[in-house]
């Protein structure tokens, strides 16, 4: 856009004094008669719009949505389809060439989803398809999709977020079978290890097997005992000679329970990780919370630590 500016002009006009000997100079009509004539100094320029306000303009000029987005696949295998975003203009016809942000997740590192992020253009249609390379990590997260512009821009990044299509982006693990141990310490309210009943373990164990899994089993005492040292490398020790393919490792601790009109409230944290038994890497890291209420004490803590176990379980599908 070009910046209009319009000079001030200055126009002065005036008579050339006379001047005589013998006479007092008389001024002439309109003698020493000024006319200054100014247009505005100050300059009219085009306001030029920041980057945020460009992107914002950008984004509501057009319409975005999903198409349709893929099953889920196993580690290892691509995904059957692609993931399809449309993008219309407000008029309702198809945004050609339109740029768009995807980020998704792409690996893992000590047992935490990094992401990587790529651009798709829409077609003649409006119609833009991302297919992830094959999965060689496994994932339950999202593939998020945006219009594309600079996220270091705080103002974009903010204007981004609130124009995000999201979609379920899952990977179940190739595991299922490889076989593992689990190792699991419950601790009472007092902060103590619960060494004779390993409830939460096998809670897990039982969940893992509805979901498919086979050839696992709760790890001998001595595993927990190194749990509870928090000595990861006696637990890789012990795992290499028990376990074929991982070990699933941790804690399960009260944060607090209290009485009310319902009865019982019980807030527990599971702190879990998952180990390739072969090289010692953590593979997962996991820590949910949960919160359950009952009418009876004994029943509150027993569904909390079934429903952690559980929410654990479906974790370790699709992160081992």
């Known amino acids: 856009m070009k910046s209009i500016v319009h000079k001030g002009i200055f126009i002065t006009l005036a008579t050339t004094l006379a001047f005589s000997c013998t006479s007092t100079p008389k001024p002439a009509e309109n003698d020493s008669q000024i006319i200054n004539e100014e247009l505005p100094s100050s300059a009219e320029v085009a306001v030029i719009p920041s980057p945020a306000e460009h992107y914002a303009q950008k984004v509501e000029e057009f319409q975005f949505s999903l198409v349709s987005s893929p099953k889920q696949t196993t580690k290892g295998k691509i995904f059957t389809e692609p993931y399809v975003i449309e993008v219309k203009k407000t008029d309702g016809s198809p945004a050609e060439s339109f740029e768009i942000s995807v980020i998704y997740p792409s690996s893992r590192k000590d ?25 060689l990590f496994s994932f339950n997260s999202e593939v998020s999709f945006f219009p594309k512009g600079d996220m270091n821009d705080a103002e974009i990044a903010k204007i981004a977020a609130e124009h995000t299509i999201k979609a379920p982006y899952k990977v179940q693990t190739n595991l299922k079978s490889a076989g593992g141990t689990l190792a699991i310490v419950d601790f009472n309210q007092n902060g103590k290890a619960i060494i004779s009943n390993p409830v939460s373990s096998s809670n897990l164990l039982m969940t893992l097997m509805k979901l498919g899994f086979t050839r696992i089993g709760n790890a001998p005492q001595d595993v927990s005992d190194a749990v509870i040292q928090e000595n990861t490398e006696k637990v890789f020790a012990r795992a290499k000679s028990i376990a074929p393919s991982f070990i699933v490792f941790g804690t399960v601790k009260i944060d607090s329970s209290e009485k009310n009109d319902d009865g019982t409230t019980y807030n527990l944290t599971g702190s879990v990780k998952a180990m390739d038994s072969k090289t010692g890497e953590i593979t997962l890291a996991i820590e949910k919370t949960i919160s359950v209420t009952d009418k009876n004490d004994w029943t509150a803590l027993a569904n909390a630590r079934k429903q952690l176990a559980d929410e654990i379980a479906n974790e370790i599908k699709y992160g081992l």
């Open 111 to 135: 047992g935490q989803i990094e992401f990587a992020e790529t651009v798709i253009t829409t077609d003649s249609e409006g119609k833009a398809s991302f297919l992830p390379d094959v999965p």
